[in-house]
């Protein structure tokens, strides 16, 4: 069943991803990675310094090689259920037919990001081919033909007006690699 979550396993452990309620730190055991010299590491979930989308791998740029996880036993029809339910609610809060790197900006620490970039009026504000989406204001979509350079200055745009009308500064979720 394909249920449409980008990324890698290795990627999610870095953000320390979550989605309802559940973080990777709740289910990775131990990391094997490499670090700066070459060499192979193997660290606990303690020692991996899991917060709100960050962990040890967010400051050194380690390879992580592989994570062992700790998922819950459950009945089949179960699962698959609610698997099903966690797929249409994408389907119906997030613009999964559009390309994006998800959902775009982090939770404030006492404020809904998307809300706050609704009530700037900018859902569907596009610069080139990055756009705010019309169904859940965190996400930038791709509209067909943008450039990084489009969805930067979007992520700008967002930024400063956000700032302006509510005096709140907003956070990347995704990274930004390379120049």
């Given amino acids: 069943m394909h249920l449409g979550i980008p990324g890698t396993i290795g990627g999610a452990v870095k ?4 989605a309802h309620g559940i973080e990777m730190k709740d289910i990775v055991l131990k990391t094997t990675y490499m670090d700066y010299n070459g060499d192979i590491n193997t660290i606990s979930n303690t020692e991996q310094e899991f ?21 819950k036993h459950g009945k089949k029809e179960e699962i698959e259920e609610k698997m099903s339910e966690y797929a249409n609610y994408r389907k119906q809060k997030q613009p999964i037919t559009y390309p994006s790197a998800g959902s775009t900006f982090k939770r404030g620490e006492n404020f809904i990001t998307a809300k706050l970039i609704d ?11 990055a756009k705010v989406s019309d169904i859940h204001a965190g996400f930038i979509i791709n ?6 350079k489009d969805v930067l200055q979007l992520v700008e ?23």
Avoid at 119 to 129: D, N, P, Q, R, V
Avoid at 143 to 148: E, L, M
Wanted: glycine share 10%.
């Fill in 157 to 179: 745009y967002i930024k400063e007006e956000v700032y302006k009308k509510f005096k709140k500064k907003i956070e990347l979720e995704i990274e930004i690699v390379g120049e």
């Fill in 143 to 148: 509209t067909g033909n943008a450039t990084a």
């Fill in 51 to 71: 917060t709100y989308r960050k962990s040890i791998f967010s400051k050194n740029k380690w390879i992580i090689l592989n994570a062992q996880l700790e998922l």
């Fill in 119 to 129: 009530e700037c009026g900018l859902k569907g504000y596009s610069i080139g081919g």
């Fill in 15 to 18: 953000m320390n991803a979550g």
